[in-house]
């Protein structure tokens, strides 16, 4: 079964441009997680959502960072413009709605803001 | 607020013993589930184990169980046989559901665990 699927795996980029994170849950997963990791903040959710409507998005750092769910099988984490204190791993993460099952994450995508 | 603390920043076992790495939660929510991942030096989070707040037993899969002690609002993973592979960091976790909306997942700062040959 394929599971979360999050694309570029690796990206270098230069402060001021924009940066697009892409994610595919796994399918009829009806929530689905953005995440960022680093070392000085752990683990940190940035915004959810539910059946592709954002539930909490109080996590966002600032407004450079957007994200939309346009449907159930995709979503996108936009930073415009990058700054070098956003380079982090960035992960998405799906699951179903019920609390008991299990939250499965992506691999990530790994971010250097230069 | 719902919380997780995990006090081990890391800790080393020999291989082949048993290591218990400590969380404790904080939420008034009555309904909730507790998680532990793995992050293998590689990146990627893997699920290792869930326990339910109304759950009458703890949880165990495979070589890892869930000592849970809800009165002192504790889960503690406790790996038994040490394997080398099991050198990682290990976060624990919580969602809460409430009110019948499940709620986001957060973490605490994780262990990072070292097995030595």
């Known amino acids: 079964d394929a599971g979360v699927i999050q694309s570029p795996r690796h990206e270098v980029t230069e402060m001021g441009q924009e940066v697009t994170l892409r994610c595919k849950p796994i399918?009829?997963?009806?929530?689905l997680f953005w995440y960022r990791q680093t070392m000085m903040r752990g683990l940190e959710l940035l915004i959810y959502?539910?059946?592709?409507?954002?539930?909490?998005d109080s996590g966002m750092p600032e407004d450079r960072f957007s994200a939309k769910m346009p449907n159930a099988s995709f979503s996108t984490l936009k930073i415009q413009p990058s700054e070098p204190r956003d380079s982090a791993v960035y992960f998405c993460?799906?699951?179903?709605?019920?609390?008991?099952?299990?939250?499965?994450f992506g691999e990530g995508s790994w971010l250097t803001v230069v | 607020a719902q919380k997780i603390t995990q006090t081990q920043p890391g800790m080393f076992v020999q291989e082949k013993e048993a290591v218990t790495l400590d969380c404790t939660y904080d939420?008034?929510?009555?309904?909730?589930?507790l998680f532990w991942y793995k992050q293998p030096s590689s990146g990627e989070m893997i699920f290792l184990i869930y326990?339910?707040?109304?759950?009458?037993q703890n949880a165990t899969e495979g070589r890892y169980s869930l000592n849970f002690q809800k009165a002192r609002k504790s889960a503690n993973l406790v790996i038994s046989a040490s394997q080398l592979g099991d050198s990682a960091m290990y976060f624990c976790?919580?969602?809460?559901?409430?009110?019948?909306?499940?709620?986001?997942?957060?973490f605490g700062t994780g262990t990072l665990l070292a097995v030595q040959p």
């Open positions: 993460a799906s699951s179903f709605s019920t609390l008991g099952n299990t939250i499965y």
């Open positions: 399918s009829g997963h009806d929530y």
């Open positions: 959502f539910n059946n592709n409507v954002p539930i909490d």
């Open positions: 939420t008034s929510d009555p309904s909730y589930g």
């Open positions: 326990q339910g707040s109304y759950d009458q």
């Open positions: 976790a919580m969602r809460t559901d409430y009110g019948g909306a499940t709620n986001k997942l957060i």
